[in-house]
């Protein structure tokens, strides 16, 4: 697809945080290498939440996504989230990602269903609930990894506050992804009472018939790994 970017919708992590999910990453690192055990770390400056993976998509139809999140955020106040725990998908006996898990005050969960809402009215629909963590490692080869994992499970990275979201391009190189800012879409203060803003919210999730076409077309049947290491219809548990 060369007129096609692989999109997701996220958020970075704070600065702090990063820093401290880094030092526990390379104890992890340390402890699996010693294990015998073989796991692609991801850079600290990558480490986000995903709110949406759109994956490969059509430029024409960026303006429509980025209308619809404007629409999404509308109304929202920041949201503080922590860093907490560590844990694998699918589990930490047949581990293939190497995550740790968000606690929030529901705000953040609130905000991925109304993204996946303006995203759905544009063709891209995802199965799965929502599950918000941090990818800090990838196993080349399924295995276990308790004993790596365990003894730092119950560790607390640090908050995290946020005013925007951002849409998000991965490359995928050699030594790792890469991600470009393609659009910043900063959070709308709360109204309160009807306003004009909450009309055009409601026009905006509407869907637009001009951009139906937009969103990219996927063979059902062919399960695209997600930017955050999370596979389609699935669900990680510690």
Same mark, same amino acid.
Request: hydrophobic letters at 35%; glycine letters at 8%; aromatic letters at 6%.
């Given at each position: 697809?060369?007129?096609?970017?692989?999109?997701?919708? #996220? @958020?970075?992590?704070?600065?702090?945080? @990063?820093?401290?999910?880094?030092?526990?990453?390379?104890? *992890? %690192?340390?402890? $699996?290498?010693?294990?015998?055990?073989?796991?692609?770390?991801?850079?600290?400056?990558? &480490?986000?939440?995903?709110?949406?993976?759109?994956?490969? /998509?059509?430029?024409?139809?960026?303006?429509?996504?980025?209308?619809?999140?404007?629409?999404? /955020?509308?109304?929202?106040?920041?949201? /503080?989230?922590?860093?907490?725990?560590?844990?694998?998908?699918?589990? *930490?006996?047949? %581990?293939?990602?190497?995550?740790?898990?968000?606690?929030?005050?529901?705000?953040? +969960?609130? *905000?991925?269903?109304?993204?996946?809402?303006?995203?759905?009215?544009?063709? &891209?629909?995802?199965?799965?609930?929502?599950?918000?963590?941090?990818?800090?490692?990838?196993?080349?080869?399924?295995?276990?990894?308790?004993?790596?994992?365990?003894?730092? @499970?119950?560790?607390?990275?640090?908050?995290?506050?946020?005013?925007?979201?951002?849409?998000?391009? $991965?490359?995928?190189?050699?030594?790792? $992804?890469? &991600?470009?800012?393609?659009?910043?879409?900063?959070?709308?203060?709360?109204?309160?009472?009807? +306003?004009? #803003?909450?009309?055009?919210? /409601?026009?905006? *999730?509407?869907?637009?018939?001009?951009?139906?076409?937009?969103?990219?077309?996927?063979?059902?049947?062919?399960?695209?790994?997600?930017?955050?290491?999370?596979?389609?219809?699935?669900?990680?548990?510690?």
């Amino acid at each position: 697809m060369s007129d096609s970017k692989r999109l997701f919708i #996220g @958020a970075r992590v704070s600065v702090a945080t @990063a820093n401290a999910l880094a030092g526990a990453a390379e104890t *992890l %690192a340390r402890r $699996s290498k010693d294990a015998g055990i073989d796991i692609r770390w991801v850079a600290p400056v990558n &480490y986000h939440v995903t709110l949406k993976f759109l994956g490969h /998509t059509r430029e024409a139809a960026i303006a429509a996504i980025v209308d619809g999140l404007e629409a999404a /955020t509308e109304n929202t106040p920041r949201i /503080t989230f922590r860093t907490t725990r560590l844990g694998a998908f699918p589990s *930490l006996e047949k %581990a293939r990602v190497v995550w740790a898990g968000i606690e929030d005050q529901g705000s953040l +969960s609130e *905000l991925a269903n109304r993204i996946e809402a303006a995203c759905g009215r544009l063709g &891209y629909v995802e199965p799965r609930p929502f599950h918000a963590h941090v990818t800090l490692g990838r196993v080349r080869e399924t295995r276990p990894l308790r004993d790596v994992v365990l003894p730092l @499970a119950e560790q607390m990275f640090g908050d995290t506050r946020i005013d925007a979201i951002t849409l998000f391009e $991965s490359e995928t190189k050699s030594n790792g $992804s890469v &991600y470009r800012e393609v659009s910043r879409i900063a959070f709308k203060a709360p109204q309160t009472g009807r +306003s004009e #803003g909450s009309e055009r919210q /409601t026009a905006a *999730l509407e869907v637009d018939p001009r951009h139906e076409s937009r969103a990219v077309e996927t063979d059902p049947g062919h399960q695209e790994e997600t930017d955050d290491g999370w596979p389609r219809g699935q669900a990680p548990n510690t």
